[in-house]
């Protein structure tokens, strides 16, 4: 699993892994999913309770 942050501009760098993984090149689109971006941000507080 990878994880990234959005920087201080609103930016979310997709892993390279997770890149080449679905063949994703600089100039493909990706649409966010708001229901997955909450359950992702959900499991990723979880991740830090238990760190």
Do not use: Y
Not at 7 to 13: D, N, Y
Not at 19 to 31: I, N
């Amino acid at each position: 699993m990878e994880t990234t942050r959005p920087s201080s501009k609103g930016q979310v760098i997709l892993p390279k892994s997770v890149r080449d993984a679905h063949h994703w090149r600089a100039d493909r689109f990706v649409t966010f999913d708001e229901n997955l971006a909450k359950r992702a941000a959900d499991v990723a507080d979880i991740a830090v309770d238990i760190a």
